[in-house]
């Protein structure tokens, strides 16, 4: 078998913080236990198949850059299997124990349907195989319904339902082989259930085309005993000018118009988050205080611009504040960390693909080393606590529990004359924050 | 009496498109009728007392401009008779029949809330009887809960439940005055009901709190027989970082997860769409396909500018589509098209105001003129029915019902192979549409 | 030969504004006389060979979608040439009479840059003889320097010099054949002359690799009396995160700094300009106001995207204003309105294209026709005089001749007391202009 | 004297990373040397007297917050000694050595200006006196030219030529009285330098009465010999639409235009440049790059709000490529690191005021711990030098000495074929820069 990563001859080590080897962990370190778990546990990586695997480093503006050896291949299938070959070459050495893919990055598209679920099929038994030898699981799978032209006016919420009939045709399948490969997970991100124009488009139409399809997965589901995690993918534009879920409390506004609330949670990612006016941390703790947080697109975008630059996410305060949301809930359950990031066109050589998630799992691991010593020193809780003590008081009890009707807290109010009022704190609890950013053990 | 606009002598008055006097409405003709109803039944015009009447042109950087002959008094209360004497003037020389207010633009702050709700009283019974002469009703009231500084962290989500008292003791006032008025509606904008930094904010525990407070408030609407229209009002941000009502989807979230949908509409404010990433006419679509669209903040942002310039709406453009999303969903009821739009710090002459309100209606009379065009040629309405034509079809039927499962549509989709597009047409309903707004009758 | 476009029969005319039929122009008469000029010569519109015969449809979510019977041949030269007539069928159906491309559009890239000369040289034969047979003229010709992988760190500010000497090389072809067929300009868009990130970036190095560049371009122009335009067309991102080339201003900056000034006007785009942070007509008024507006390239961005949607210009208000501000500096020289504008990806049908051109070409038939109605009744020229009247008095007069130093003004200060002031008037001149917006004769 | 800080005793000291004590300083270190300098000399931190002491709290939204226990006296010229008191006292326990100020925040406007400049001279007498007490020293002063209604249509870009004397005669007095301090610079920031709507400016007459004011101004400060260097404050926006000191490049251009060059530098404000599109280490660089670096107003936004929210900065890794750049361009001559900053609405108590400083200073000397290391690493230096290795060649060499001509450069391509690229490694530097990031010591 051929080696595709040739520059990366054995596994990447933990080498610790003072290592000058750029292709080894400085703070990730797998079985390193903090907080009750292994890095590993608390982090659950994946690394996804269609940025790394099969991004070619084109843009609106240039052709593909990327070098991949493995991709020489004309036949369609044999350069998926090469993929295939190469992807789990690359996890293995990379250390991370989950993958993540869409149906048409694996296998390629036959004459139609029935041919390409038969290319799907074949690949499928490959990638069972490979799991089998290399330990790697499969966090979730999806289906592409926004690629092909067919998609170009949406899957589900297209003005024509036989797209719609395609797109159930399509995930259908892709639920049946995610089951087949163990998913812990299926993720429905709507790359083109959104609009181009208003003009021409019958928004309240859209979203019931929308709720019938997931509520029709849902019960494919159950008939075929499939027991992963459903996601939502939150996203407010791109491709289209407007996404139906344009972020995590818009889906929440959906999942329980269309009756899903039980069967769906959210897989948020970063620069989704950001594109759509909030802090990735925001969406965390939005989809958090709903009890709807599953999953974890890790990636970064550019503040400054205006779209998904999928960066790998390489800053670890944002790191530390995404660790500290989710270890608060408890931990993934089903879910993890997936790399949804791509290389900069510029970094085309395979082992600018190694340097960038050796990076990003660095920053995840000093952000988890942030968020435990936070979380042992319950600086948060204490603020917190300080900050609303007054609701775990009488008159806050007394509120929440219905006691007090407007009138009696006119009364209240007249009683007892102009609230109290607290410092914010902002600058200090900033000031307290970095003293944590800053000594990194 | 003084007279306080006297560079106005009469009325506002149509005097049709070739008129050249700017104190004169070339296509806001009140009594003409159009689709069946007076164009003033279809606008439902309301000046708002905050910025029209007390805005000083003060910004972050420089003080206030205004020239307000009425503002002379350094006695509060008499600063306030005189205002509301100015304002009366105002709208029946300008022709609107509706207003709105907060509880303290109308009158000033006391010692403490029985002297505030002293003053409120007294004015109201000067509003009772200037709306009596002069026929203008309101259109709905609301509660200051943002400017004074008790309110710094929130109203109703304030940390301490002081706060939250206070509030609720000032909204129980307003929803009275506001009964007493005749008011046909009450908002709830929540002005500062976000956060600044999630750092030292517990976003779970304050959306109950304001669940809380808007059930408190449905429970004393009833207590007290109020027949008026609840309304939500959605920002994203400013002057917090992060407005809980971010949006109308996200409002829609918010009323469903704490059992208020039967209870409240939304109150759109076009600048406010703008400021989340959205059109103007997005947010009036999506309240009104899910039913909750009920008042419109007629206004205008810029969109190269990140911050709510509540600028006066001239774009008819703009208009015309909402105007058409409007009539379309039977127009307004107790709703209407409230100017929650501020003079520029350079339009600092009283003359100005008048100057933007003409303009503004005579925007929307021309956006009128081109919806009930495209009403009457049903263009909107061809275009959706052959583009989604489909989902009258069989197929989309027997989707919409339930009959088919992923199965069935699997085997459709083997059967029937490929479905087929269509163009968006996208650039030809752009040309069309513009047809009708470069020939305005 | 075939024909590509048989939706369209005969060439597109004016029908005026009553007619129903989408494939006619209903305001732009391109014979029709408006201050002294046929529309035709006013706006002097052109084709671009980039986006309308060889746009794909692809964006990065999705492959390509438009149908074009021209794009058959898996030769790329066969390709090219069939394109190529294509093209001319289009414009000269359109009645479009010039036409804009890069040097990779018309020909196909060869093994090496000889070959690559050569299928150029093959091709522009080809373009010389059509536009001899169709009167149609090249606006200007351009180089790409960004879509190949060589490019993807710059052209002229690559890290690499050999870099720099290709894009030397292919700019020096790009302007002999430009010349050859008569180009009345030649265009620079620094497509990747930035940076993705500063942190491996010199700046100043790569400022001073581009005013090179450019001086090298100015020298070869004249060693072959080139007579044409040179134009640079600013950006400030995408693709790149910075690109040098902002907006009007800052390239203001670079030709000032590299001595360029007497010898590149600006090409404006209008979505450029907007992702820049600026009106259309805000660039428009500083290139013009600095005497370096010379050509626009004509089309729309989204506000509330942060990428370039590269739409058809179809807001004929922002037409009126970009045709005031170039009427207003004499009108286009050499330059034109280039239609860098793009079909939506849902448009994928050739008829598609005619609408989209058709729709634009009304649009600023329309602003032109506002234009002229504005410029006939000096509407902004009095209202400035009346504004800035006192600098054309003694005061102003004295102070910008130099004749008052800080002393003496503030002896005049002292001596004359507070400035007056006067109304901005800002809702006054909105509402004045709708009348003209609403009055299209 | 009365102490107006009680909550401090005593000046704040470094007590080291360890410290728990949230008045001290855990890195900045004032007479710690590194690189040869002390970390006073090379950071010349300066506060703000308009944020910091005349800062309210209040917003668009709401009403004054700040508690100042200065600020009690209703007589304008005793609050504003009272107020210098404060400021000193505060300057002297946070221990920074310098200050900056507008002319209107120090000494209250009179009846006219012949009062207000009396009562200016009142309290520079104050300010030396305090000066020369604390050793504290004028960083530089400027002249308040936005607040005033006056000049609510620009100071010197005003449409009526008395404000362009007004403000002559202001920024006079202002430079007069900044010589008498000692002052080592003098800021113009253009506060309303700009326009609310271009339809109703003349762009252009607008920049030549700036450069012109511009002029004036270096010609003064000639006549008295005040030796200190004067700076541009770029802005792109807010108070007005559009400013015309855009951006670092924008103010490069209007120099180079005016005739500039010699006499200004650039003020380069973070959150400026954030607002414009950039980092803030782009406008360093490029500020750097073009030799007109001068002085730096220290602070930070918001990257998801539209406007100026002047945050304390706090993100060390923005303050360590901030100092990167200060330090390679040789540190500061006269200018510093002013904290043009102010603390949030609800951090109204005055000790927020020290935590707010003392985290910025912490965050800065936490930042040039990181930049020393990177300087004695030659970490970009390095990374630059085989990035661009080439340009020190012998092609290089040539093409920026002019020995290549594009046709010599069109042979060389001929001959050498394909350039070599090479990988751009972004992910690599970023992942090399958090090794940096995370071993603060």
Known sequence: MPEFFPEVKKPIKYEGPKSKN?????????????????????????VCYWHTFKGTGADPFGSATM??????????????????????????KLGVKFWTFHDRDIAPEGENLTETNKNLDHMIKIAAKKQKETGISLLWG??????????????????????FAHAAAQVKKAMEVTKELGGEGYTFWGGRE???????????READQLGKFLNLAVDYKKAIR????????????????????????????????????DHFKMNIEANHATLAGHSFHHDLAYASANGILGSVDANRGDRLLGWDTDQFPMDF?????????????????????????????????????????????????????????????????????????GW?????????????SFKDLEAYTMKNGEPKTQSGRQELTELLLNEYLTTIS
């Open 194 to 204: 959104g609009y181009d124009t208003l003009l021409n488009t019958d928004l309240a």
């Open 392 to 404: 775990d008081k009488a008159l806050g009890k007394d509120i929440l529990s219905g006691k007090m």
């Open 22 to 46: 750029p292709l080894a962990f400085k703070h990730y370190n797998p079985k390193q236990k903090i907080l009750g778990k292994t890095m590993e546990q608390h982090f659950r990586f994946a």
């Open 142 to 163: 999806t289906a592409n319904l926004f690629s092909h032209p067919r998609y170009m006016a949406g899957a589900s919420t297209n003005p024509n339902p036989a797209v």
């Open 317 to 389: 305060q944002e790191c530390a504040l995404a660790m500290y949301y989710i270890i608060k809930m408890g931990g993934f359950k089903t879910g993890g960390l997936n790399f949804d990031a791509k290389v900069r066109r510029q970094s085309y050589e395979p082992v600018d693909l190694f340097y960038a998630h050796i990076g990003s799992m660095d920053a995840f691991a000093v952000g988890l080393k942030v968020a435990a010593k936070l979380l042992k020193d319950k600086f948060f809780e204490k603020l917190l606590k300080q900050r609303y003590g």
């Open 67 to 92: 070098v991949r050896p493995y991709a020489a291949s004309s036949d369609p299938l044999a350069l998926a299997e090469a993929t295939m070959e190469a992807a789990f070459e690359f996890m293995s």
């Open 226 to 261: 499939f027991k992963g995690q459903f996601y939502i993918e939150p996203k407010p534009k791109e491709p289209t000018k407007h996404q139906y879920d344009f972020d995590a409390q818009s889906c929440h506004a959906f999942l329980q118009k269309y009756g899903l609330m």
